[in-house]
Nanobody, 126 residues
């Protein structure tokens, strides 16, 4: 079983920055893509960003485009989310997810993703 572990969440003022990290614990794995999602209280989980290791392609939700940057290390299956110019509406639990190589080339918001982390809380105060 693969366990993804997120870190880097916390409390920050509006306009500030945070950097989230996600890496698998336990056994190593080979992934096709990794992504970040978030869920605010009382709302459904929403897509934030993803990276596909082939060509280091990235894909952002419109709500974070220009403010967030996803990056990672394919060899370590580690993904980062640099969050700048944070807004109170960015407050949520942030989850990372990994998609294993399959015959499907889909990724980004549709995934589908095979493993998920437990999340890290990000709170942006106004």
């Amino acid at each position: 079983q693969v366990q993804l572990v997120e870190s880097g969440g916390g409390l920050v003022q509006a306009g500030g920055s945070l950097r989230l990290s996600c890496a698998p614990s336990g056994r190593t794995l080979r992934s096709y893509a990794m992504g970040w999602f978030r869920q605010a209280p009382g709302k459904e989980r929403e897509y934030v960003a993803a990276i596909r290791w082939r060509a280091s392609s990235t894909y952002y939700a419109d709500s974070v485009k220009g403010r967030f940057i996803i990056s990672g290390d394919n060899a370590k299956n580690t993904v980062y989310l640099q969050m700048n110019s944070l807004k109170p509406e960015d407050t949520a639990v942030y989850f990372c997810a990994v998609k294993l190589p399959t015959t499907s080339s889909s990724w980004g918001p549709v995934g589908p993703y095979d493993y998920w982390g437990l999340g890290t809380q990000v709170t942006v105060s106004s």
